[in-house]
């Protein structure tokens, strides 16, 4: 224990005789682990909450398409997707987009007609008869409205249309509700100027969850102009939104694998004169080779694992105490409406460990493979050069 | 204090910080339950379908009932306009029965 710990003590003196450069080497290395958590951290958290959310979405929603795109469904084939065995409530849903001129924001409005339960995340009430509404937090901050107040939106007529806001949806709940204005059912017909007997698509409550893929399949053939999506596609769909490979994360991730690949290759590629003479003096003194491996082994370690850490630290700061406000411009795309993260701390340790495994092992295993071949050469030629 | 110790110090120091975040986080995200449920809650009474992350486009705010036509669907190579499709990936042909 003691030799090692005396060989640890060389290592890092060694390494403080080259204090610059490995201090540069430890610092790029910390933040290409950071930037590469970070989009695992912030994917995974974002991934996991979706999925748990959205658990709650419909078994089943059958939209309409004609020519390719979204039509409006006609409500009599409420009653024939009803009367399909094992199905039970079929609810039309009626929602839409509006875009906001005067904050050149895009809006989703959403009709409810049945008595909702009481929502832990509105504050004050949904709307309960006509001219109501109830807004989410980011169109509240961005037309400077709060419960109580009025907002004029424009309908499909062309005229400005008033509505008195009665509650609106706490922050915890942006993810879901910042664009959203709920409205009365009737008033969002009116609003959008929808034709009698049509509705934006239904909700199909199905009893069974393993039957779910059977009612959709009998309504597609029942209905062969609709699309039923399930809700393990919904879900589905958002893990491959959130997929790490994917678009831009993968960038970022790339540029971080590669700045790290070339530091990687800086050290395999060989070891400098001054090393190798280093390397040359301690064998000639006796060190060895196994010392000079394990010399070579710690200031690897040295180096990956204090880099390995500070990058992890960064990333769990980042993402969730800053909530990943610099990967967050980069997920804001266009929208001008775009919700506050706070992001939930769900880790991955089999994630960390694997971070912690693809770039540690590998540096450590490029600082002892050069000096292997140095040490294992005659100590004299080492020492000519 | 010797270097090596100075080292293990600092090391055992990074480890505990870092082991003190992830039961930070664990907590939190026990602490939070009530606030997912409260969501879920939210999605089961509103009939919601997406999350209200990206507000740019139809096909980015309710990537999974776009129609076809679109990066979240059947459509691997389609172009893309706005920037936050870019960070969403498409889905393996023949991976979804709609």
Same mark, same amino acid.
């Given at each position: 224990m003691h030799r090692h710990l005396k060989i640890l003590e060389y290592a890092l003196t060694s390494l403080g005789r080259r204090w610059k450069k490995n201090l540069a080497i430890i610092l790029v290395y910390a933040f290409t682990i950071a930037a590469l958590a970070s989009v695992l951290l912030l994917t995974h958290s974002l991934k996991t909450e979706a999925a748990l959310i959205l +658990? /709650?979405?419909? $078994?089943l929603v059958v939209q309409r398409l004609s020519a390719g795109r979204h039509e409006l469904m006609d409500t009599t084939s409420v009653d024939r997707i009803r +009367?399909?065995?094992?199905?039970g409530q079929v609810a039309p849903r009626y929602w839409g987009y509006y875009y906001d001129g005067l904050t050149d924001s895009n809006f989703t409005l959403l009709g409810l007609d049945s008595a909702v339960p009481? *929502?832990?995340? *509105? $504050?004050g009430r949904l709307p309960? /008869?006509?001219g109501e509404c109830a807004v989410g937090a980011g169109v509240a901050e961005v037309r400077h409205n709060r419960a109580g107040d009025e907002i004029s939106l424009i309908d499909g007529r062309n005229i400005g249309v008033i509505f008195e806001i009665t509650g609106v949806f706490k922050a915890e709940s942006n993810i879901l509700t910042n664009d959203l204005i709920v409205l009365g059912q009737q008033d969002l017909i009116e609003f959008f100027n929808l034709p009698a007997e049509r509705a934006t698509d239904f909700s199909v409550q199905v009893h069974? #969850?393993?039957?779910v893929n059977t009612v959709a399949a009998k309504i597609k053939k029942m209905l062969p102009d609709t699309r039923p999506i399930t809700r393990s596609e919904i879900v589905r769909t958002y893990d491959a939104v959130f997929? =790490?490979? !994917? /678009?831009m994360m993968l960038t970022i991730f790339s540029s971080a694998l590669i700045a790290f690949c070339i530091l990687a290759w800086d050290k395999a590629t060989g070891i400098s004169a001054e090393e190798k003479h280093e390397v040359g003096i301690l064998k000639a003194i006796g060190w060895d080779t196994p010392d000079v491996l394990e010399l070579k082994f710690w200031e690897g370690l040295v180096i990956s694992l204090t880099a390995f850490l500070l990058g992890l630290i960064a990333a769990y700061v980042h993402v969730f105490f800053c909530g990943a406000s610099v990967l967050a411009t980069v997920l804001?795309? =266009? !929208?001008? *409406?775009f919700p506050e993260f706070r992001f939930i #701390?769900? *880790?991955d340790l089999y994630q960390l460990f694997v971070i912690g495994f693809l770039t540690v092992t590998p540096y450590v295993a490029c600082t002892i493979i050069p000096s292997w071949r140095t040490a294992i050469t005659d100590p004299d030629s080492v020492m000519r050069g | 204090m010797s270097k090596s110790k100075r080292f293990i110090c600092f090391t055992l120091i990074e480890i505990l910080a870092l082991a003190g975040m992830c039961a930070y986080g664990r907590h939190m995200a026990a602490r939070r339950d009530a606030e997912v449920r409260a969501k879920r809650e939210l999605v089961r009474a509103l009939a919601l379908t997406d999350?209200?992350?990206? @507000?740019?486009a139809r096909y980015t705010r309710h990537p999974s009932q776009a129609?076809?036509? @679109?990066?979240?669907?059947?459509?691997?190579s389609s172009l893309e306009h706005f920037p936050a499709g870019s960070i969403m990936g498409p889905s393996k042909p023949g991976s979804t029965a709609r």
């Open positions: +658990a /709650g979405t419909p $078994d +009367a399909i065995p094992g199905v009481e *929502l832990r995340l *509105l $504050d309960a /008869g006509p069974n #969850p393993a039957e997929n =790490w490979r !994917s /678009g804001k795309g =266009w !929208s001008v *409406l #701390p769900y *880790l | 999350l209200a992350i990206w @507000t740019e129609d076809f036509f @679109t990066a979240f669907q059947d459509f691997p």
